[in-house]
Structure formats: C-alpha cells, structure tokens
C-alpha cells in the first residue's frame, strides 16, 4: 500500500504559477497528476518515470507544465506557469501504475492521492 500526499494548490490569476507537490510513502516506478474539472472527467496531465526522469505530458498543457521529482523519487512536483481559467480543476497525484502503456489513463493507477484545488481567475 503506497499512500500519497498532495499539496501547494490555491487560487492565482490567469497568468500565473502555482507548484503542487505529492508525496509518496514507498517508491513507485511511475508517478502521474492528474486533474478534475468541475462537471468533467479526470484526465491525465503529467506523467514521470522515477527511475529514469523520463517524463510524458498531454497536449493540452505542454509547454506550460512540467512534472518533476526530488532527489528521493518519493516527492514529485507540477509547476504549473502561464495558467488559464480552464487550468482550474481539482489535481490528484497518482502512482503505482498497472501498466506501462496509457499512462495517462486514470483507471492505470492504483493509489490516489484526496486532491488539491486549483482555482485560476479572469
């Protein structure tokens, strides 16, 4: 069982940045955020192979986020610049994923994280 933490979400203003952290109790071989939009599904946004630092990203958000681990491969981070009111959501981080293909895929995934909000204004 590997439990997980998030933090750092907030309200900014579009345009702005915000970096959500996730901590990981035990080492996971791949480590993901997801996000929630009000009245949508979760999708995923950020992928990072702890082992290597090999890192996927979806389309929407390239460019403007990047995922990122501590030296411990137990703490990931999002850092999220340039954020648009769309960007709001709730961010979930993820790891333990039962497969190396979709990574992206919220039901890949085997611990979650209670989520962090993430508001961006007009």
């Known amino acids: 069982q590997v439990q997980v933490v998030e933090s750092g979400g907030g309200s900014v203003q579009a345009g702005g940045s915000l970096r959500l952290s996730c901590a990981a109790s035990?080492?996971?071989?791949?480590m993901a955020w997801f996000r929630q939009p009000p009245g949508k599904e979760r999708e995923g946004v950020a992928v990072?192979?702890?082992?290597?630092?090999?890192?996927t990203y979806a389309d929407s958000i390239k460019g403007r986020f990047t995922i990122s681990q501590d030296n411990n491969k137990r703490t990931v981070y999002l850092q999220m610049n340039d954020l648009k009111t769309e960007d709001t959501a709730v961010y979930y981080c993820?790891?333990?994923?039962?497969?190396?293909?979709?990574?992206?895929?919220?039901?890949?995934?085997?611990?979650w994280g209670q989520g962090t909000q993430v508001t961006v204004s007009s």
């Open positions: 993820a790891a333990g994923a039962a497969s190396q293909a979709a990574l992206l895929e919220p039901s890949n995934y085997y611990y």
């Open positions: 035990a080492d996971a071989t791949v």
């Open positions: 990072i192979y702890t082992r290597s630092g090999l890192t």
